[in-house]
């Protein structure tokens, strides 16, 4: 078993629908990270948490420590947003490795 | 700009033949790393550097090199020991490592490698 596993795989949605996309781990973290990684392959870093709620624009991502449970959210989706997500923690330790996981395809269509 | 680059976007490589990767960044990071990346599987960690003149092996090191010569600078070679090279190869730097756990990592574009 994956120590991140991401939910769903794929994903498709029309315009302007929500979207959510989860992440779970089972490994004891100091840090989860939200990665998009456009078709191009170039990856951008969204969001670091370590509790708690974050949002930028129209994205959010909320962790639930005691749950090992984090989800990213993209209000009014755009077809701009098709990529690849991609969630990463960092172990417990000081560890500057990231263990990440497989990604989930969004595909937006107008 | 600051930022980190990758080179070539594309590299071929033949059998038993030695590929390098280039990754360059004027980030002033200290640490760097590379990540394999296959389809349907997260990134996997190769090598990582924490300083120049220092490197550790990663997750899946075997059939890879590098070197760190320089703070900017963290090429990695696919040697002809490597029989499934044909992947996505993804480099990244941070500011130092160490216990901060707020760190980003910031990667670059990335390289495809694919076998004649």
């Known amino acids: 078993k994956n120590e991140v596993e991401q939910s769903p795989q794929n994903l498709t949605a029309q315009e302007g629908e929500f979207i959510t996309i989860n992440c779970s781990y089972s490994?004891?973290?100091?840090?989860l990270h939200w990665l998009q990684q456009h078709p191009g392959g170039g990856i951008v870093s969204l969001f670091m948490?370590?509790?708690g709620k974050k949002k930028h624009g129209r994205l959010i991502a909320t962790i639930n420590i005691q749950e090992k449970h984090s989800s990213l959210h993209i209000t009014a989706s755009h077809p701009r947003d098709s990529a690849v997500y991609i969630c990463a923690v960092r172990l417990q330790g000081g560890s500057e490795k990231l263990v990440f996981g497989k990604g989930t395809k969004l595909t937006v269509n107008p | 700009d600051g930022g980190i680059t990758q080179s070539p976007k594309y590299l071929f490589r033949k059998e038993g033949q030695n590929v390098t990767l280039s990754c360059e960044q004027n980030?002033?990071?200290?640490?760097m790393y590379w990540y394999r990346q296959d389809p349907g599987q997260g990134l996997r960690l190769i090598y990582y550097?924490?300083?120049?003149?220092?490197?550790q092996k990663g997750d899946i090191a075997e059939g890879y090199s590098v070197s760190r010569e320089k703070k900017e600078s963290f090429p990695l070679t696919v040697t002809s020991a490597q029989k499934n090279p044909t992947a996505f190869y993804l480099c990244?730097?941070?500011?130092?490592?160490?216990?901060?756990?707020?760190?980003?990592?910031?990667f670059g574009p990335g390289t495809r490698l694919l076998v004649l």
């Open positions: 990244a730097s941070s500011i130092r490592w160490g216990r901060d756990y707020r760190e980003t990592q910031y």
């Open positions: 948490l370590s509790s």
């Open positions: 980030l002033n990071h200290d640490a």
């Open positions: 490994v004891g973290i100091s840090a």
């Open positions: 550097s924490q300083i120049v003149n220092d490197f």
